[in-house]
């Protein structure tokens, strides 16, 4: 079974700070995505990474960063947080290979930021 | 540009069927897929289906596409409480070498008992 976990459910931020969201897959998958959910707007794309070192901005990738330093562990930060980015934030990977393109979600860090 | 649309909300009777719509505006798609998220969790894949299909079933799932009016539905038959969730609808295009991924915003499917 592939496992994605997240380092957090539940995260409490105040405005100005940096904040970090670790992401960890166990399936060797090459790619990996970091998305937002918020309610009547679905699934949006930050960055996704489709391997070590690589990064590539999604929709909406303005205020946020990403980190893939192995293989395994892709990072959101948030530089300076701000209560706009109060959102739930999706972790997902999928393999690199042609054919469908399934992606395996983490649960979700519910963040909050004051 | 892509755009796939859901309405937000379907409410059933335990027993009957469900049906979720969802509409997309890319032509190129090439796969799309149906997932489910339960409360707290995050996204499984139900089903997918090629975009040169017509029909797919799964059990008590059927998905439809008519890729003429770029509609695709999931059809829960015998729908029980635990498929109370929200449905995401999402298709997969090349984009600039990659597989893009765009989901829809999502059907809240309640199942009253």
């Known amino acids: 079974d592939v496992k994605v976990t997240q380092s957090s459910r539940y995260l409490v931020k105040r405005t100005g700070e940096k904040v970090f969201l670790e992401c960890v897959q166990d399936?060797?998958?090459?790619?990996m995505f970091w998305y937002r959910q918020d309610p009547g707007l679905g699934l949006r794309l930050i960055y996704f990474?489709?391997?070590?070192?690589?990064?590539e901005k999604g929709d909406i990738p303005e205020g946020y960063s990403v980190s893939r330093e192995k293989k395994e562990r892709f990072s959101l930060i948030l530089e300076s947080a701000s209560t706009n980015q109060t959102s739930m934030y999706l972790c997902?990977?999928?393999?690199?290979?042609?054919?469908?393109?399934?992606?395996?979600f983490g649960p979700g860090t519910r963040l909050t930021v004051l | 540009g892509e755009d796939v649309e859901q309405s937000l909300f379907l409410s059933v009777r335990e027993g009957d069927s469900s049906v979720i719509n969802c509409t997309y505006t890319?032509?190129?798609?090439?796969?799309l897929y149906w997932y489910k998220q339960e409360p707290g969790a995050g996204l499984q894949l139900l089903t997918y289906?090629?975009?040169?299909?017509d029909m797919k079933q799964d059990q008590r799932l059927t998905v439809l596409l008519n890729k003429k009016d770029k509609h695709l539905s999931l059809r829960i038959a015998d729908t029980q409480t635990g498929d109370s969730a929200i449905y995401f609808c999402?298709?997969?295009?090349?984009?600039?070498?990659?597989?893009?991924?765009?989901f829809g915003t999502g059907t809240k499917l309640q199942v009253i008992p």
């Open positions: 890319d032509s190129s798609s090439t796969y």
């Open positions: 990474s489709y391997d070590v070192k690589m990064k």
């Open positions: 999402a298709e997969s295009r090349n984009s600039g070498g990659y597989q893009k991924v765009t």
């Open positions: 399936m060797d998958h090459e790619n």
């Open positions: 997902a990977s999928s393999p690199w290979h042609r054919g469908t393109d399934t992606q395996y």
């Open positions: 289906i090629f975009s040169n299909m």
